[in-house]
């Protein structure tokens, strides 16, 4: 059981390029989600998706597309990279829609960074 | 609008000592709180939850303490081993999505030997 896999683990892009990051779940679970990590501060909610076909933004969505096409895919699309975009991306995913079933499992991070 | 934060950035322990790592949340609207542990170079790992009908939570060797009058939380581990070295992040759910987690900004807790 690989849980949530992310790909690439570390990225260098250069101002004004694309790129797609991928992640992956093989636990059924219908939510997904997109989180950055920039140093000394916690998590912050990206994007995220309540099934396939259905995705809402978070926090700070700008800079950021998602799509759900499949219940186990959850890409994040950067259109244009800019240097305030380095940080470590995590994916996770979860089963319920709140309470215990709340439980988010993370993938083990992409590290990005934008010169 | 929500927060999350920690008193403290940083704690150290003495391997066999207790620790206690401790939370502010803002928003008291919010049901449903977790504890992540984060080691370096890895994603946040589940460590214990706590629903905001309830006050005291216990796992193996893990306390959660929900304090919903001064809108704080904590986190005790006892017997602190090395293995408990890493980054502690209090999230909670709040009303706006049912998995959308919003992190605190985290406390690193180093165990000394």
């Known amino acids: 059981n690989a849980g949530v896999t992310q790909t690439p683990k570390f990225q260098v892009l250069k101002t004004g390029q694309s790129m797609t990051l991928q992640c992956a779940q093989d636990?059924?679970?219908?939510?997904m989600s997109w989180y950055r990590q920039d140093p000394g501060m916690g998590l912050r909610l990206i994007h995220y998706?309540?099934?396939?076909?259905?995705?809402d933004q978070g926090e700070v969505p700008n800079g950021y597309n998602v799509s759900r096409s499949t219940t186990e895919d959850f890409p994040l699309r950067l259109l244009s990279a800019a240097p305030s975009q380095t940080s470590v991306y995590f994916c996770?995913?979860?089963?319920?829609?709140?309470?215990?079933?709340?439980?988010?499992?993370f993938g083990q991070g992409t590290r990005l960074t934008v010169v | 609008g929500e927060s999350v934060g920690l008193h403290l950035p940083t704690l150290s322990v003495q391997e066999g000592d207790n620790s206690i790592i401790n939370c502010a949340y803002s928003?008291?609207?919010?049901?449903?709180f977790i504890w992540y542990k984060q080691e370096s170079g890895k994603g946040p790992q589940f460590i214990i939850d706590?629903?905001?009908?309830?006050d005291k939570r216990q796992g193996q060797r893990v306390t959660v303490l929900l304090n919903k009058t001064v809108k704080h939380l904590s986190l005790q581990i006892a017997a602190t081993q090395p293995g408990d070295s890493a980054v502690y992040f209090c999230a909670e759910t709040g009303k706006t999505g049912a998995n959308n987690l919003f992190f605190g900004t985290g406390t690193r807790l180093t165990v000394i030997p």
């Open positions: 706590i629903r905001s009908n309830m």
């Open positions: 996770a995913s979860s089963y319920g829609g709140g309470g215990e079933d709340t439980e988010a499992f």
């Open positions: 998706s309540v099934g396939a076909g259905i995705t």
């Open positions: 928003n008291s609207a919010s049901d449903y």
């Open positions: 636990m059924n679970h219908e939510y």
